[in-house]
């Protein structure tokens, strides 16, 4: 599947704060457990580290069995001693090794992050926990990393530790780091007293490494000290560097251009396949669609107690409900859409003033709207596969994996021009030409009216069977798997590996 790998192995350390299929809450959990496993393919040796949530996990189905490798850790945060075990698994289908830090007062939670909208008052402290477990357990265990890669703020102080604490000593003379930022609108801000925790140094507070705005920032730590840097797709790399999308980073990443590169996510192919998905009632190829979607799409509108019609097209959307979706444009809009022959599905959580929202729009228009509040894998599967048009008009998406779903699942996604959205979808416009090669509907501004002509215009697509079809089977057609970003990765390692001995040298002079 894979093309012949012509580098040496690299051992690459993957941590997350998250990970398909031992835990989730949105995009990161699937890219980390995808990029993995496409690495492993590639000939790698990869070691996953994330957070044991061991209670979430009780309830989890298809996990991998999981071991106790005897290995604990104490370190002192903050004067405190803390000790956690370290578990082991094996990534399903791989040779990937993953290693499960499990401190059950930091861990053994309801919610990864937050509950009730409210992130948990002790997020510095875990998660500046688990960093810091992470080079001890390469330490101990003898991992010897060619590279650590890091994702978002929650391991956005490995680089800093690597840099400051670790270059160089027993383990890691090779060890480059690499940081990847999903999201510049989660920093990992906290105030400036929780330095402690961070076990650097004082004299690292300060602008040009873990201050930003008089807080100690951990997004800002790992941008300032990684060897390199990614994030998931060319668009936002380019608009991080902006004041509109750098969230106050901007400056920074600006300094750092050279060493950002943006890599569209990819997609598992084994897990967002329609014609092997066993969570759709009936699976279907390209070649099997017009057979297979209709009972998909039948079977959604059951389950959701809609009623059961293939003439109507349903617009399934599916997401963290957050600002950053767009859902104050579906809201502000969804009157003006419900006056035409539709139905609208949503499956989310996140922000109780959404989830009120669209509870109450679903009560107000029972036959029209079904709004599903929770995390539910199964549904989210069967939205992609059942609905006809699929809704992603967010304000801002560094890549965004559910149109990349809906294209494969010939479900049309409308999109607002922007980040991974803008790198992905092809829009239809008016020129009988563009249908050669479109897969959706984009737009740009980011207004009610805008959105809700837009969606107006794939409805009205939608009954041009002919149009439509080819749209869906341009879409069906696309290779959006990781075969295309897996090796980009490697480069990114390899060049890290570049700067990181030149930084060593420079350290030896
Ligand atoms: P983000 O990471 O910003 O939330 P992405 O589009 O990258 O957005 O990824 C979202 C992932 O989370 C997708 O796999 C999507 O299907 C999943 N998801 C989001 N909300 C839910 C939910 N309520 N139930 C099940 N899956 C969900
Ligand atoms: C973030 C982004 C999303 C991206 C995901 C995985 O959560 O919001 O756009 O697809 O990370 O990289």
Request: glycine share 8%.
């Amino acid at each position: 599947m894979f093309e012949a790998r012509r580098t040496r192995p690299m051992r690459i350390v993957l941590a997350s704060s998250e990970a398909v299929p031992f835990s989730k809450t949105g995009g990161l959990a699937d890219v980390t457990g995808a990029l993995a496993k496409s690495l492993d393919q590639l000939g790698h040796d990869v070691v996953l580290i994330v957070p044991d949530y061991y209670l979430l996990r009780q309830s989890a189905k298809g996990l991998p069995p999981i071991y106790d490798t005897g290995l604990k850790l104490t370190l002192t945060m903050n004067g405190r001693p803390i000790t956690c075990s370290v578990n082991w698994s094996t990534l399903p289908g791989t040779q990937v090794r993953v290693l499960l830090v499990r401190q059950p007062d930091f861990f053994d939670r309801r919610q990864l992050y937050q509950e009730h909208g409210h992130g948990y008052v002790d997020n510095c402290e875990r998660f500046c926990f688990f960093s810091r477990v992470i080079p001890e357990i390469c330490r101990r265990m003898v991992l010897r990393p060619d590279v650590i890669h890091c994702n978002d703020w929650q391991t956005g102080l490995v680089p800093a530790l690597i840099h400051s604490q670790y270059a160089g000593s027993p383990g890691f003379e090779n060890t480059a780091t690499v940081m990847t930022l999903h999201n510049m609108a989660y920093q990992g801000r906290f105030w400036h007293l929780d330095m402690p925790l961070t076990g650097m140094d004082w004299r690292y507070f300060n602008f040009h490494h873990m201050e930003a705005w008089g807080d100690l920032n951990l997004l800002k730590t790992g941008i300032a000290f990684a060897d390199q840097i990614t994030t998931v797709s060319p668009t936002y790399a380019k608009e991080i560097c902006t004041s509109d999308g750098g969230y106050g980073l901007e400056g920074l990443l600006n300094h750092r251009r050279n060493d950002l590169v943006g890599i569209l996510n990819g997609i598992d192919d084994d897990v967002w396949n329609p014609e092997k998905d066993s969570l759709l009632p009936s699976p279907y190829s390209a070649a099997t669609r017009s057979t297979g979607k209709p009972k998909c799409k039948a079977h959604l509108q059951e389950r959701l107690k809609l009623p059961v019609r293939q003439d109507v097209p349903v617009l399934g959307m599916v997401s963290r409900m957050a600002d950053q979706k767009g859902f104050d444009l579906v809201m502000g809009s969804a009157e003006r859409l419900l006056k035409q022959d539709l139905q609208l599905v949503f499956l989310g959580t996140g922000d109780p003033h959404y989830e009120g929202q669209l509870k109450e729009l679903a009560q107000r228009y029972p036959q029209k709207v079904a709004a599903e509040i929770g995390f539910d894998e199964s549904l989210a599967h069967q939205i992609e596969g059942g609905s006809d048009i699929f809704l992603m008009p967010s304000r801002f998406e560094p890549c965004g994996l559910n149109q990349m779903y809906s294209l494969r699942y010939g479900t049309v996604p409308v999109v607002r021009k922007v980040g991974g959205l803008a790198d992905s979808v092809t829009n239809l416009n008016g020129d009988p030409a563009s249908l050669n090669a479109a897969t959706g509907f984009v737009f740009t501004d980011y207004q009610r009216d805008v959105f809700a002509q837009t969606v107006e215009r794939a409805v009205e697509t939608y009954r041009n069977k002919p149009v439509w079809d080819r749209l869906v089977q341009n879409g069906m057609a696309q290779d959006w798997s990781w075969n295309r970003s897996a090796s980009r990765y490697v480069d990114v390692y390899q060049r890290a590996h570049g700067r990181m001995a030149a930084r060593n040298a420079e350290n030896r002079c």
